[in-house]
């Protein structure tokens, strides 16, 4: 167990609708990830936020936005669902804003399912 | 822009064995870091072990090992032992160091599995 939480573990809707993902870094970690890992792209790096200001942006579709809030958690915002959306979203945390030892640790992930 | 290779999509190892996994990158940096993750059938993505380009010495972690060629952009990761327990997929990946953030680049995995 990382220590970082994610929910919902599964999330299924319909093509077109809007989802929230929602992470809770670890206790400490001031700097939170989003990844996509989908079949045919892999594992894509999304967005990175360090105490509450976004610090590294990655492949991250103007569809979605993520935020994180007083309280360190985070928030992925997907809007206009498609298809191609299906993913697993993994969330990392970290102490700082970078560095070498600045170690990522992953949650379990959300499963978006867009039928 | 960055880009990381895995050119082995699968592998199989014997219990006990040592195996070797192999990773090549594209950077025209000079300061990065480079890391092994593991992602075993539950999905959890696991930090493996982790090496700085600047640094000669290759890092090692218990039965994890890597051999880090600069030069020759390539960081294999090498499994001594091999248990169960490792049959995961394995992830390279490349970060490039910024004062603001970092910025992950994964290659697409080795799948391993360990043979009883």
């Known amino acids: 167990d990382s220590g970082v939480t994610q929910t919902p573990k599964h999330l299924i809707t319909a093509t077109g609708q809007r989802v929230t993902l929602r992470c809770s870094p670890r206790?400490?970690?001031?700097?939170v990830y989003w990844y996509q890992q989908s079949l045919d792209q892999g594992l894509q790096f999304l967005i990175q936020?360090?105490?509450?200001?976004?610090?590294a942006k990655g492949n991250i579709l103007e569809r979605f936005s993520a935020q994180q809030f007083p309280d360190l958690h985070s928030e992925l915002n997907l809007s206009s669902l498609e298809l191609g959306d299906s993913a697993l979203y993994f969330c990392?945390?970290?102490?700082?804003?970078?560095?070498?030892?600045?170690?990522?640790?992953f949650g379990p992930g959300t499963r978006l399912t867009v039928l | 822009a960055q880009t990381v290779t895995q050119s082995q999509p699968e592998m199989s190892v014997q219990e006990a064995e040592t195996v070797t996994l192999s990773c090549t990158y594209d950077?025209?940096?000079?300061?990065?870091?480079l890391f092994w993750y593991k992602q075993p059938p539950s999905r959890q993505m696991i930090l493996v072990i982790r090496?700085?380009?600047?640094?000669?010495q290759n890092a090692t972690e218990n039965r994890f090992s890597v051999n880090f060629q600069k030069a020759a952009k390539s960081f294999s990761l090498k499994i001594s032992d091999s248990q169960l327990g490792d049959t995961a997929m394995y992830f390279c990946?490349?970060?490039?160091?910024?004062?603001?953030?970092?910025?992950?680049?994964f290659g697409p995995g080795t799948r391993l599995s360990v043979l009883p």
């Open positions: 090496q700085e380009a600047y640094k000669q």
């Open positions: 206790s400490g970690d001031l700097s």
């Open positions: 990946a490349f970060m490039k160091q910024r004062n603001y953030g970092q910025n992950f680049v």
């Open positions: 936020y360090y105490n509450g200001e976004e610090r």
């Open positions: 950077t025209s940096e000079n300061n990065y870091y």
């Open positions: 990392a945390s970290s102490a700082l804003a970078g560095g070498s030892t600045d170690t990522q640790y």
